[in-house]
């Protein structure tokens, strides 16, 4: 069973520039997370999807950061214009979550690591 | 609001020796979950062991165990017969009624051949 791919894995922007990453989470997990990693940090979650429903965003900087899981399925995160300040490692997670069955546990990409100069 | 906290930045542990990180959380509900995940350098992070707050018994998994001492709200691992392949961040979570998780700052585990 393939896990949850994001790409890219590296990107290295000027500032002011546009940047979009992808999210393909594991096949019939119905919720899929953006967190943010700062080095040295624990990840901060962005935004959480229910199916395409994005039902906490309260973290998300809305004048500069976007995201969008139109089928459900996949989900792109998308920043404009990057700052300085937003160079981080983005990563994407899954679960399946049932209700009373729900185990909880997420399951991560690999992570995309943005570069801002 | 919830919170977790893990109070070590750095461990070292010598290879076949025992190491504990240490966690622990505030929360005012009485449901929840808690989670180590392991984050080794460069590679996604995985779980590595979960604990639901109403179970007494402490969780196990292989090598890795955990102290789950819920009135004092603390929620440490311990890794037994430690290794190479254990060298990694590791990541106590939290998980409530509102599905979303809270992670600690992390414990960078080394160990040393």
């Known amino acids: 069973e393939a896990g949850v791919v994001q790409s890219p894995r590296y990107k290295i922007i000027e500032k002011k520039q546009p940047v979009a990453f992808w999210c393909n989470p594991i096949s019939g997990h119905n919720t899929l997370y953006w967190y943010l990693q700062n080095l040295g940090q624990g990840p901060e979650l962005l935004i959480r999807?229910?199916?395409?429903?994005?039902?906490?965003d309260s973290q998300l900087p809305k004048d500069r950061f976007s995201a969008e899981r139109l089928k459900g399925v996949d989900s792109t995160l998308k920043i404009q214009p990057a700052e300085l300040g937003d160079s981080a490692v983005y990563l994407c997670?899954?679960?399946?979550?049932?209700?009373?069955?729900?185990?909880?546990?997420?399951?991560f990409g690999e992570g995309s690591r943005l570069t801002v100069l | 609001a919830q919170t977790v906290t893990q109070s070590q930045p750095e461990m070292s542990v010598q290879e076949a020796e025992t190491v504990t990180l240490s966690c622990t959380y505030d929360?005012?509900?009485?449901?929840?979950?808690l989670f180590w995940y392991k984050q080794p350098p460069s590679r996604q992070m995985i779980l590595v062991i979960r604990?639901?707050?109403?179970?007494?018994q402490n969780a196990t998994e292989n090598r890795f165990s955990v102290n789950f001492q819920k009135a004092a709200k603390s929620f440490s691992l311990k890794i037994s017969d430690s290794q190479l392949g254990d060298a990694a961040m590791y990541f106590c979570a939290y998980k409530g009624g509102t599905y979303k998780y809270i992670f600690g700052t992390g414990t960078r585990l080394k160990v040393l051949a």
């Open positions: 999807y229910e199916n395409e429903e994005a039902v906490d």
């Open positions: 997670a899954s679960s399946l979550d049932l209700g009373l069955a729900n185990t909880g546990e997420l399951f």
């Open positions: 604990q639901e707050a109403y179970k007494q």
């Open positions: 929360t005012s509900e009485s449901d929840y979950y």
